[in-house]
């Protein structure tokens, strides 16, 4: 489990799979990360839990410390294809605009790059999401290179570990 100032992110399972179908219903969400029937969202959410089983990594449900309302997701997710590790984020459309996702990226890529000692992390934003292109510039992501995910173009951001730990000041 990870917890900031605000925040709290836990491992996401396949007991998460109303919320995951809820939170994905959004035409504002799914616009760039698409919808799920309760069968797709099942599906994924098995894999998620396969790759925390197998790499020690995934996505991360993030709930309010307060309250524990889940207002989204964040965490690192494997892509076989790229062989790279990219830090994601999505958030219900109620709670943009409070620096959540700036806030739950920035605590996953401190955990991505100083407990499980990753070199690299990508952000692969698809065309047109400004408010996740300025998440990722916030953290100082920069871009790497125009690429197609999930059948639409996206541009894959970067960050490396030294970069990180600079900014940082570390």
Known sequence: MITTERLRLRPLTAADA???????????????????????AQARLRAIEQ??????????AVELRDSGEAIGRCGLN??????????????ATAHWGRGYATEAAGAVLAWGFDTLGLERITAMIHHGNTASTAVARRLGFTPLREDTVLDRPCTVHALDRENFLSREGR
Do not use: I, N
């Open 18 to 40: 109303d919320w995951w179908v809820r939170l994905h219903e959004d035409s504002a969400v799914s616009r760039f990360v698409g919808a799920y029937t309760r069968e797709q």
């Open 51 to 60: 790759q925390w089983e197998e790499r020690g990594h995934g996505l991360c």
């Open 78 to 91: 494997w892509w076989d294809q790229f062989g790279e590790t990219e830090a994601g984020w999505t958030f």
